[in-house]
Structures are given as C-alpha cells and as structure tokens.
C-alpha cells in the first residue's frame, strides 16, 4: 500500500509521456490491477480554475489524456471531473474544461466530461468530520484515481494527492469547510478524513511542470521533472513533498496530520519503485500558517492583534491588478471581502486567513504578505 512509483519527465510529448505511465503503473502491477471492464473510472483531476495548460494550475491533459486512453484500452469508461473554486455550475464547468484542454481530451478518447451538480451526503466517522457533502459524481462512480498536480500552497505549503480530494465537495461548499474549520490542524485533519473517505483506489501527481512560490494559481512555473503513483495518497505526499525539498516531510500540515494517524509521513516508510527522487534545488515554499491557536485564544485582544500584524501572513489586494470580478468576494468564508467602487477589500479582522481569496483570483491581485518576523519564526 506505502508503495511509490518514481518516473523521470521533463515533458508533455504525447509518445513519451504514455512509455513513462505506462511503467510507472506496471511498478505498481499494471493498472488492470486496479480496474475491471465495465467499471465507470472517475478521474479525479485538479481543475482549480479556468486557465490554460502552460499556467500548469490545473492537470495536464496530456496526462489526463494517457490514462484516459488506458483505462478504455482495460475495457472501463473514463469520466473526467473536479469541482472549481468558486461556485458549482454547468457554464462554469464547461468553460473550465475547454480551457484547461480537458474538452479535447474527451473529444479525442472518448471519455466523459462530468456535468451532474448534485450532491449526496455521506456519513463517515472521522477525526474532525462525521460525514462529508460530496459531488454526488463522486459516489456514483465504481472507483476513482486521483491525478493531481504538483504546487506549492498558500495555506497547506504544498498541494499533492491529498489536497486535491477537496475538489470533492462541491463549489462554495468548500468554504464552509474552511470556516467550520479555521484552524489549520483541523482543516488538515479533514483533508486526511476525507481522502479515507473518498478512497481512490489509485493516485498519481503530475509533476513534470508544476508550480513553486504563491501556488496555487499565482506562483512560479517549475519543471519538476517527475511522474509519481501509489495507492496511497499520504505516502505518495510525501514522495511530492521531497521533490519539493519539505524535509523533513512532516513539515507539511496535511502530512502531520497524517502522520498523526500512524499513517505514511516520512520516506523510511515508504517504499520507492523506478527512479531515484531528488529534491528540486530551492523551491520556493511558503512557510505554514501558524499562532492562531496563540493568538486567538491566549492573550488580550490589543497585544494579540499586534502580534498578528507583526507574526501572521495576510492577504493583500492590489487595486491595480483587481478587475473587479467579484470570485473572491463570492468565495470567502467568512465573508470578509468587499467589493467597493468596482474594487475587492478585505477586513482582516475576520480574516481567517485561508487564503481563498488568492487561491482563486484568475488577475493574481492578491497577494499573501508574510511579516518577516513571522517567516523567522516558521523556518
């Protein structure tokens, strides 16, 4: 199950990209391992927003496209679907897959594009959730692999197979989860209680070009080089979080959480197939969110919102960037963004700094200011 198949790519050329997925599934025992003919396979892919393959936001479809291709070829019937940031429609989702290059996929080895915008609840008894909204695609489907994307993250640190299951709850559903659960260990305890939810039965990170910096939708293109699959998420996380230079791997909260359950969160625990994994030279990280817990709860209101400006990121609007669209005001939590004169204003003082508002801007005008005395403390 800890076990991680490791593949060398530095690009998308169709011809090499199906030799290197199909070694890297034959590592792991060929994907008819894990699929039957007439099986509906949902391909859980990362589509975040509506942006085109070379911004490397979303899946490559490339990828999407070779595994697509096989699991037709084992005799099962590709569905292709995410649910965005930002509100859960049908126009939406088809302007995501047409730019994102996932419409052509379907067009070209026809595989399903998932339109259904129903939900379904589902009960589970986790750490932090007891049960789960879910796309109600996610349910239907008679198994899922998850194909990530490999960023750095503004809240998480990094985003790999775990993280990418939040696109399981649909649209601004999301951002109830981020208020019930501001804080950041509670937040990573239900991304683990969710991916034990979903369960894929396969995972894979598209880590040939990724992203570095303010992922993830505003950070720096990166050639990562790299293809990665496991049956587990966490241990494949942790094999992404190498590649990234997260050492040790438990430094990522999502993984800390993990590891708080017995589950992989560290390479000793993991065992590696193919290629060996070497870490990318100074990637940009952002540093974790932490003092919350410190700030809110122990010490008076004044001395604490000083040491908030002076210790904790904050996002940052620059109005000569915002076009006034309004996705971040529609898509915060606790409702703290305002538009104003055409302009987004955030009031930080409900501010629970889960950085959607970043997330989720297509312009890139907003951008996560961390004090340096807080990005000391977090080194």
């Given amino acids: 199950m800890n076990r991680v198949s490791v593949i060398t790519c530095k690009d998308y050329d169709e011809v090499l990209l199906r030799k290197k997925i199909n070694k890297l599934f034959d590592l792991l025992g060929g994907l008819d391992s894990y699929i039957k003919p007439g099986q509906r396979v949902l391909l859980k892919v990362n589509l975040l927003m509506e942006k085109p393959p070379e911004a490397m936001v979303t899946t490559h479809p490339a990828v999407v ?77 008679d198994l899922i692999i998850n194909i990530a994307k490999l960023k750095t993250h503004g809240l998480t640190m990094m985003t790999g197979a775990v993280k990418n299951l939040f696109g399981s709850i649909p649209g601004l559903l999301k951002a109830e989860y981020h208020l019930r659960m501001p804080d950041l260990t509670d937040f990573s305890n239900m991304l683990v209680d969710l991916s034990l939810c979903v369960n894929p039965v396969l995972n894979v990170i598209d880590g040939v070009w990724g992203m570095e910096g303010e992922g993830p939708s505003a950070g720096i293109r990166r050639n990562f080089g790299y293809l990665l699959a496991s049956p587990s998420p966490h241990a494949l996380d942790v094999a992404a979080a190498h590649i990234l230079g997260i050492m040790p791997e438990h430094r990522a909260p999502i993984i800390n959480a993990a590891r708080e359950r017995g589950l ?52 940052v609007f620059i109005s000569e960037l915002c076009v006034g669209c309004g996705d971040c005001y529609r898509s915060c939590p606790p409702q703290v963004v305002n538009m104003r004169n ?35 403390l977090t080194r």
Wanted: charged share 25%; with cysteine; hydrophobic share 40%.
């Fill in 264 to 315: 992989p969160s560290s390479l000793e625990e993991i065992t590696l197939l193919g290629e060996p994994l070497i870490p990318a030279e100074k990637t940009k990280i952002p540093p974790p969110v932490r003092f919350s817990n410190l700030l809110d709860r122990r010490l008076p209101g004044p001395i604490a919102r000083t040491l908030s400006y002076l210790l904790r990121p904050r996002p």
């Fill in 65 to 141: 496209k070779v595994i697509a291709e096989m699991v037709r070829e084992a005799g099962a019937h590709p569905i292709i679907g995410d649910s965005p940031g930002g509100p859960f429609t049908r126009v939406l989702l088809e302007r995501a897959y047409r730019k994102s290059g996932l419409a052509r996929v379907a067009e070209e080895t026809g595989a399903e594009l998932n339109f259904n915008l129903e939900q379904v609840t589902v009960p589970f008894d986790g750490v932090i959730n007891k049960s789960f909204v879910l796309g109600k695609y996610i349910k239907e489907a």
């Fill in 342 to 376: 055409k302009k987004a204003e955030v009031s930080l003082d409900g501010c629970i700094r889960c950085f959607c508002c970043q997330e989720l801007c297509q312009y890139q005008a907003v951008k996560i200011k961390r004090p340096l005395l807080g990005r000391v």
